[in-house]
């Protein structure tokens, strides 16, 4: 049903993604960090919810609805791209330059801790990119029906999603150990994020695609 090039692609899409900061990887370290590794793990499968939300949305016939009315599409793609031009800012002069600096949250319940990663996933600008913008251009009409390939390529997103995060998580401390004994390379961080987030920005507002139907 799906090539194993469109796989390899998403993966690739979705590792890149793991890799940048935004807001599943602040929310999710700031709380392994505060909160400790079950707090963190907790909000992973919070996230996790929040894929689904997307992937049953794309079953549904999302893609098809921005197939049917591109001016949508081409405004979710705007956004998106401003949303990370946003972000490079933010990793330049915004407080939180990196996401492995040590921050101060109060405690919070397990339903509280699932709840906002929930949330935090649901309302990420970069996921509903990943889904309306990336997913069907590794979509082929000619290996069997859109809406079924769509659904194939969201869940090996959300594998490399969770396992990535889930390394993230556990390793969060020892990260934030090591780059506390060596703020230069918070700053290097915080360059290398804004250049790549400028780049992707600057790459989703030159791409010409168009959702695919089912």
């Known amino acids: 049903m799906i090539s194993t090039g469109a796989v ?13 900061p935004g807001p599943n990887m602040f929310y999710l370290v700031s709380r392994t960090l505060s909160q400790g590794r079950t707090a963190g793990l ?3 499968l919070g996230t996790a919810a929040g894929f689904g939300v997307y992937l049953l949305a794309t079953a549904a016939g999302l893609v098809a609805v921005f197939a049917a ?3 949508l599409y081409t405004a979710l793609k705007v956004s998106g791209a401003a949303y990370l031009l946003y972000l490079a800012y933010q990793a330049l002069r915004g407080r939180k330059g990196s996401p492995f600096e040590s921050q101060q949250l109060p405690k919070d319940p397990t339903w509280r801790l699932f709840a906002m990663g929930f949330l935090t996933n649901l309302l990420n600008p970069k996921i509903a ?8 251009q590794f979509i082929e009409p000619a290996r069997g029906h859109v809406a079924v390939q769509a659904v194939l390529l969201g869940l090996v997103q959300i594998a490399i999603a969770l396992i990535g995060n889930g390394l993230i998580v556990l390793a969060a401390g020892k990260v934030a150990t090591f780059l506390a004994a060596r703020p230069r390379w918070i700053r290097v961080q915080r360059y290398v994020m804004a250049s790549v987030l400028g780049v992707l920005a600057v790459r989703m507002l030159a791409d010409r695609a168009r959702p695919l139907s089912a």
């Open 129 to 136: 990119m990943i889904y309306v913008a990336l997913l069907p």
């Open 8 to 20: 390899l692609g998403v993966a690739l899409v979705e590792l890149t993604m793991v890799a940048i």
């Open 42 to 44: 907790t909000s992973l």
């Open 69 to 71: 009315v591109p001016v």
